[in-house]
């Protein structure tokens, strides 16, 4: 099977064999016989956060397609729900909204699954998956067992985890805990264009169903709903990362260039009555070359000098019409097409502002 034809990208040669599991225990029993052969193998959910080399990939590809969605029991206003690891993840936000659950609302219309979500730790609009995920179930390639892991223990940071970072495995299931909210409100906005597509402000809470239909079409402004109809929907959606540097780096670089504290600035003065003083409460004062913001990959591409549907001489990939900061497919385009425009993007970006951009899809098989 070519892998092209199971990843929203459309690159990629084919693979000795792809298997595709029905159930969580015939994922578990399939997996644990591919291990035990000692052949390569990788797992593919919703493919779209990867790009696979135009030579394929010789192994085995677990396919998780398992779907399903169960409501533990929950704590008051809370609930808990058990996701089957193959359920799209966007299907499982409409499921949300729909029974009034806060929490993922501001993550509608990514696409990919549920269980890929966490080992990327999506993020979008104000919202992460980090702040309601409670546990995945997992089955480790280390041990061979299928067990539970908090979400503690996943090491989850801005789209990264445990699991992306080399620990093995198969997500079966995750867990969320969700909010049900007086009046199906949102959580409060946490991203000023969310809010003003909205007409409210940050922090304002307004019905779940707006925030899902004002993501949806923030998002098919920006060319990131798959949509046959869309061109600039065949990606694997934001390739690269926005770049978390010291403060003092971010100084460096042009007063325009939108920049975001990635926590609480520690060294604003704290006031407390002295009969309530606690030498531990005191923060710590960092120098800006220990504070750390984010910047804006799109800015900085745009203003390295790459435009939007800009692509190489005789290249049939191209920078999305909508949005600089994905790499689309235009029609026939290769692997190594798509692997060198990002090169080309890493090294204007990188000569214009000295940073360099990190790819946020996970690449599989040989690239030159």
Do not use: C
């Not at 919202?127 to 089955?139: C, G, N």
């Not at 065949?234 to 926590?263: H, K, M, Q, Y």
């Not at 019409?321 to 798509?338: C, F």
């Amino acid at each position: 099977m070519q892998l092209r034809d199971l990843t929203t990208l459309r690159v990629g040669g084919p693979a000795d064999e792809v298997l595709a599991p029905a159930d969580e225990a015939s994922l578990v029993a399939a997996t644990l016989e591919v291990w035990a052969s000692g052949e390569d193998w990788f797992v593919l959910g919703g493919g779209s956060n990867v790009v696979v080399s135009d030579e394929g990939f010789a192994g085995t590809v677990i396919r998780v397609v398992t779907r399903g969605i169960e409501a533990l029991p929950g704590n008051g206003n809370a609930v808990r729900l058990r996701v089957q690891a193959g359920e799209p993840w966007d299907a499982l936000v409409q499921f949300a909204v729909e029974n009034g659950l806060a929490g993922l609302e501001a993550l509608s219309g990514i696409p990919g699954s549920s269980g890929a979500a966490p080992i990327q730790n999506i993020g979008a609009y104000g919202q992460e998956i980090a702040s309601h995920l409670v546990a995945v179930h997992f089955l480790d390639y280390v041990t061979g067992e299928l067990g539970r892991v908090e979400a503690s223990a996943l090491d989850l940071h801005y789209r990264s985890s445990a699991i992306k970072n080399g620990r093995r495995g198969v997500v079966v299931a995750i867990e969320l805990e969700l909010a049900r909210t007086p009046g199906g409100l949102s959580e409060p906005i946490g991203y000023s264009q969310l809010a003003l597509a909205l007409g409210r402000s940050v922090g304002d809470r307004v019905p779940l169903a707006d925030v899902r239909s004002a993501v949806l079409a923030l998002r098919a402004s920006k060319g990131m709903l798959l949509d046959d109809a869309d061109p600039d929907s065949v990606s694997a959606g934001s390739f690269f990362t926005n770049p978390i540097v010291s403060e003092r780096f971010a100084g460096t670089l042009p007063l325009d260039a939108p920049r975001w504290p990635v926590s609480p600035d520690s060294s604003t003065p704290m006031v407390r009555p002295l009969d309530t003083f606690d030498p531990a409460d005191v923060p710590v004062i960092r120098s800006a070359a220990d504070r750390r913001v984010k910047l804006s990959a799109a800015w900085l591409i745009e203003h390295s000098g790459v435009t939007r549907g800009f692509r190489l001489p005789g290249s049939r990939a191209a920078v999305s019409g909508k949005h600089t900061l994905a790499i689309v497919n235009t029609g026939a385009a290769t692997a190594t097409e798509i692997a060198e425009l990002a090169r080309f993007i890493q090294s204007r970006v990188l000569s214009t502002f000295g940073v360099i951009l990190a790819p946020e899809p996970v690449f599989v098989g040989a690239f030159e």
